[in-house]
C-alpha cells in the first residue's frame, strides 16, 4: 500500500501549494499561514491516509488548478488596486486559460463530483476582488462550468440512490430534521477546524428531534451568522462573507438537504470538509496578519510558531490510526463505542485472520447495537 499512500500525500502537499499559490494571486493576507495550516491540519488525515479517498486530494488539486487558470483569464483586480492615472489598465489572458480551466474543472468533476462548486466560486471570488458582477464580463463565460456542474450532480444523484444505496429508511428524515442535521453539521465542522479534539473515523450518528428546542440553535445561528456578516460586509469588508459562503456552499451536498451513503453510519466525516476548510482557514490566517500589520510581525510568526507543531503533532498521531484496518477499526471502537460498523468491520478483518471466536462476538455485538443490520 506505500505508493498509495506516497501518492495520496504528494498530492494533498500539491492541493496545499496551489492553495497558498491561489491566495497570492489573490492578494489574502497571510497566505502561507494558511497553506501551512491546511497541510498539517488533522482533519485532513483521513483524506490523505485513507486510500479510498485518493478522489478527495485529486479533486481539490484539479479544482485548485482551474481556479488558478481561470484567474489568469478573468485577471481579477481588487477595487483598491486599480491602476493609478495615466496607466493601462491590465489586459486579460488569452482564451487558452479559460479553456486550460474548462479542462481541469472537468477533470476535477471526474475525480469526485464535490468540485461542482467551482462555477459558483469564481463569482464569488470575482464578487469579492470586484464589489459587483457584470453579465456578460463575469456571468456569462461560468455558463459553460455550470452546465457540467448540474450534468456531474445530476448523473452522482441518481448513482448515490440507485447504484450506491442512498434509499430506505436511513435516508428519510423530514425536512425539518434536515435542517437540524444541517445547522449541527455547520458548527460541528468549524469546531473540529478551530479545536480539532476527539477526532474520530467515524462519528456518533445524531438523533435530530424537532421538539427539542435547543437543537434548533444550530441552524438558527448558523443562519444568524450568515445573515450578520452579509450586513456588515461593508464595515468587515467582503472577505468574511465571502470564506462563509464559499464553506457552506462547498458543504452543501453533505449538509444533509441531499442523501449520501455515508450518512447511513454518521451525518459527519472528516473528509467531507476538505475542500470547504479553504474558506474558515483563508480567513483565520488573514485575521492574524492583519493583526500582525496592526502591531508587529511577531504576532504572525508567534502564532505560527505555537500552531503549527501542535498541528503537526496531532496530525501524527492521528495517521497512526490509519496503520492497518484492525487498529483503523479498534481506534474507531475505542472513540466510539455505538459504532457498529466498525465492530462488523472488525470482525471482517479477524476473521480473515483465523480469529474466529473474536469475530463472532464482534459481529454480535454490532447486532446488539443496530438489529437490523
Known amino acids: 500500500t506505500t505508493p ?5 500525500v504528494l498530492l494533498h502537499v500539491l492541493a ?3 492553495f497558498w499559490r491561489l491566495l497570492l494571486r489573490l492578494h489574502a493576507p497571510g497566505a502561507w499561514l494558511a497553506s501551512a495550516i491546511f497541510a498539517l491540519h488533522p482533519v485532513m488525515v483521513e483524506s490523505a491516509a485513507w486510500i479510498t479517498e485518493r478522489k478527495n ?11 488558478l487558470a481561470y484567474e489568469r483569464f478573468a485577471s481579477w483586480v481588487t477595487n483598491d488596486q486599480k491602476p493609478a492615472t495615466g496607466t493601462i489598465a491590465p489586459v486579460p489572458e488569452p482564451v487558452r486559460f479559460y479553456n486550460l480551466a474548462l479542462f481541469l474543472f472537468l477533470a476535477a468533476l471526474l ?12 463569482l464569488l471570488l470575482t464578487w469579492w476582488k470586484r464589489g459587483r458582477l457584470r453579465w456578460r464580463a463575469d456571468v456569462l463565460p461560468t455558463l459553460r462550468f455550470f452546465a457540467l456542474a448540474l450534468g456531474f450532480c445530476a448523473l452522482t444523484a441518481w448513482l448515490e440512490k440507485y447504484h450506491v444505496g442512498a434509499q430506505g429508511s436511513d435516508f428519510a428524515p423530514t425536512f425539518p430534521q434536515r435542517c437540524l442535521i444541517a445547522g449541527h453539521a455547520f458548527w460541528f465542522y468549524l469546531g473540529k477546524l478551530f479545536w480539532p479534539a476527539n477526532l474520530c473515523f467515524l462519528y456518533p450518528r445524531w438523533q435530530p428531534n424537532t421538539d427539542v428546542w435547543w437543537q434548533w440553535l444550530y441552524p438558527v445561528t448558523a443562519v444568524g ?3 450578520t456578516l452579509w450586513l456588515g460586509r461593508r464595515r468587515l469588508g467582503r472577505g468574511p462573507v465571502t470564506a462563509a459562503f464559499f464553506y457552506v456552499g462547498t458543504l452543501l451536498p453533505v449538509l444533509g438537504f441531499m442523501n449520501a451513503y455515508g450518512m447511513r453510519y454518521s451525518f459527519v466525516w472528516d473528509h467531507w470538509v476538505y475542500l470547504s476548510s479553504l474558506g474558515p482557514l483563508a480567513l483565520v490566517a488573514a485575521l492574524v496578519a492583519g493583526a500582525g500589520r496592526l502591531r508587529t510581525s511577531g504576532v504572525l510568526y508567534g502564532f505560527a510558531a505555537v500552531v503549527l507543531p501542535v498541528l503537526m503533532l496531532l496530525t501524527w498521531r492521528q495517521a497512526g490510526m490509519y496503520t492497518n484496518m484492525e487498529t483503523l477499526w479498534r481506534t474507531t471502537i475505542t472513540r466510539n463505542p455505538d459504532a457498529f460498523l466498525a465492530y462488523n468491520n472488525l470482525g471482517s478483518a479477524l476473521e480473515i485472520d483465523g480469529k474466529i471466536d473474536e469475530a463472532i462476538n464482534l459481529y454480535r455485538k454490532a447486532i446488539q447495537i443496530n438489529p437490523p443490520y
Open 111 to 122: 475525480a469526485k463530483t464535490t468540485a461542482f462548486s467551482l462555477p459558483a466560486t469564481i
Open 4 to 8: 498509495y499512500h506516497v501518492e495520496n
Open 57 to 67: 486530494v485529486l479533486s481539490l488539486a484539479l479544482y485548485l488548478a482551474a481556479l
Open 16 to 18: 496545499a501549494l496551489l
Open 225 to 227: 451568522t450568515l445573515f
